[in-house]
């Protein structure tokens, strides 16, 4: 035994050598097959990437099985819970505890299955998979969209460097400002990085969730607003990246939104403390917005459907259930207001497809095609909404004959217009009549964006000169002229192209792009909302980035820029009104 190892060695016959020789490589074999398998589980994290379905099953058998134990436990609770007390407390400390266990297990999103297996997703109700997608590869993206990923790594090192953890930068002044204090704009731009490939960002982000985002704390969110982003956000993130851990916080996010639905009428106060449970409506009114309480349905129906829990869909079906029947509709357009007490309209009369109601008819539409186009109610609505827009909302100006979406206030037509672009799109198409009124009301956009020297929209239209048609040669009021980064004329860009196949909406969207490089980008890092689209010498910064930037405008952008109509196909995935893109139930 006092041997050495070389004198050892020399003792061996030469058979014996021969074994051991034999041993040493199969165990080398070994070593290198475990690491082999270990790199593909993160590379595998994209095998939508790599456009390689068969790739993507391998390790979709390892990725999903903890997610699955997770879908089904025990039957629905019908009730609407408490928002304070043990119950809560202790639902909330079960999902942290397994975020835990089962997300922070492991530091590697279990991905791959991710894009590929939405197809995997457990569910509950035994409804089809969504098909793999297949995003482009990180590093293979074309010219346009490695310029959207430049823009975005800009952003988001600004981002990161002031802003880390809160809600949006503030890219002149180098700092940060809260809405909710719940890191925002991370949690906005999680499934953009995804979709991008921009994996060690995406870890990132996927930490400070783990570690630092906490529901428990005593604050005002607004349910419209943080539904689709915070909500909206972590499903996406979930689907794309199979990681358990955004599914457990988006199921407390939305246990600690549910006391808003109660009100005396079932339709949700628009404010909500997660906290505490209290929710209210504005200090000013009992109303809540219309588009706001019927463009959360998508996320609480998708939230029940994961986790087999009836409750969020049930109260946000019934909102949709009650303005289906409410009076005051016009050929199916719906004025801005709810009152929260008698869950009766009220401002009636007004009636726009811009901030107040646009979502409403959106969400009509991609209720119908998230649940497999079954729920003709919604579609009756829609179609109705559509020949009311025609009807109503409509117009062409002089003399150019640009169509062009108004507002319709007592009877009287006007050009104004909040969003404009937003004219609600008919995803993979309901009817072919449908699918002219986009294309209409964009060649209008155009013709107006045309004229300004930013080629960037501006936040509002209300055209200064009375009587006069509203083109170009009309100057726009000047506190119209703002651009807070929205995604609104890229979205229906995006739309556009993947029903027509048009490049030329690429095109537009490159102009838009470089406009933005051009006139929002802060050197330090960011880009920040300007004043005054129509001088280029002065654009006049705010010194704020919206968290839609990174999750709608620049995701929008990347998406329509690719030639691939599979990359988070229309016939799969549908959009929320914050661009997260959900699984359709029942894909066609
Ligand atoms: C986003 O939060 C959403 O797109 C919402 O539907 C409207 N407002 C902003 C973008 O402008």
Request: glycine residues 8%; aromatic residues 10%.
């Amino acid at each position: 035994w006092s041997l050495s190892v070389p004198q050892k060695w020399k003792q061996l016959s030469r058979l014996q050598r021969m074994v051991v020789l034999f041993l040493l490589v199969v165990l080398m074999l070994f070593g290198l097959r475990s690491y082999v398998h270990v790199a593909d589980e993160w590379a595998g994290t994209s095998c939508m990437i790599l456009g390689r379905p068969e790739g993507c099953l391998r390790v979709t058998l390892v990725s999903v099985q903890k997610p699955q134990r997770h879908f089904r436990r025990g039957p629905p609770n019908l009730q609407i819970r408490a928002p304070e007390g043990d119950s809560q407390e202790r639902r909330q400390d079960q999902a942290q505890k397994r975020a835990e266990v089962v997300g922070e297990a492991s530091d590697q999103p279990r991905g791959v299955s991710s894009v590929c297996s939405s197809s995997e997703a457990p569910s509950t109700d035994g409804r089809r998979r969504p098909q793999p997608t297949r995003p482009s590869r990180q590093g293979h993206h074309n010219a346009r969209q490695k310029a959207v990923v430049d823009a975005f790594l800009h952003a988001w090192a600004g981002y990161r460097k002031f802003a880390w953890g809160h809600d949006e930068l503030k890219p002149l002044t180098r700092s940060f400002s809260e809405w909710f204090g719940l890191g925002l704009t991370l949690i906005d731009a999680l499934d953009t990085m995804w979709i991008l490939g921009l994996k060690k960002e995406f870890q990132e982000a996927r930490n400070w969730v783990s570690k630092k985002l906490r529901f428990r704390k005593d604050v005002d969110v607004n349910l419209f607003e943080s539904t689709i982003r915070i909500l909206g956000g972590l499903l996406s993130a979930f689907h794309l990246s199979g990681d358990v851990l955004f599914l457990n916080k988006a199921e407390d996010f939305g246990n600690r939104l549910m006391p808003a639905f109660r009100t005396p009428s079932k339709i949700p106060y628009s404010i909500v403390n997660i906290g505490t449970g209290a929710a209210h409506p504005p200090q000013w009114t009992s109303d809540s917005t219309v588009s706001e309480v019927t463009s959360i349905q998508l996320e609480f129906r998708e939230l029940s459907r994961l986790t087999g829990d009836k409750t969020f869909q049930e109260a946000a079906e019934e909102v949709t259930r009650r303005v289906h029947g409410l009076h005051g509709k016009l050929d199916g357009l719906v004025p801005m207001f709810i009152d929260t007490n008698s869950g009766s309209f009220t401002q009636l009369g007004e009636f726009t497809l811009g901030a107040g109601a646009d979502s409403y008819y959106e969400y009509l539409l991609k209720q119908w095609i998230q649940g497999g186009k079954k729920e003709r109610q919604l579609l009756e609505d829609y179609l109705e909404a559509v020949d009311g827009i025609r009807k109503h909302l409509l117009a062409r100006s002089e003399p150019r004959k640009l169509t062009f979406v108004g507002e319709l206030n007592h009877g009287r037509f006007s050009a104004h217009g909040h969003l404009l672009p937003d004219v609600p799109s008919d995803g993979d198409g309901a009817e072919p009549r449908d699918r002219t009124l986009q294309p209409a009301a964009h060649e209008g956009c155009e013709g107006r964006s045309g004229q300004g020297e930013l080629r960037l929209a501006q936040g509002w239209a209300r055209w200064a000169c009375r009587g006069a048609p509203p083109e170009p040669t009309c100057p726009p009021q000047a506190a119209d002229r703002h651009n807070l980064l929205r995604p609104e004329t890229v979205e229906s860009l995006f739309y556009l192209h993947r029903l027509t196949g048009d490049r030329k909406y690429q095109d537009w969207g490159w102009e838009i792009l470089r406009s933005f490089n051009t006139y929002t980008r802060v050197p330090s890092g960011g880009y920040s909302s300007i004043s005054n689209v129509q001088d280029p010498h002065h654009p006049q910064p705010r010194d704020k980035m919206e968290s839609f930037f990174l999750g709608e405008t620049l995701k929008y952008l990347y998406l329509l820029f690719s030639d691939d109509p599979d990359l988070l196909s229309l016939d799969t995935y549908v959009f929320n009104t914050e661009a997260h893109p959900l699984p359709i139930w029942a894909p066609s």
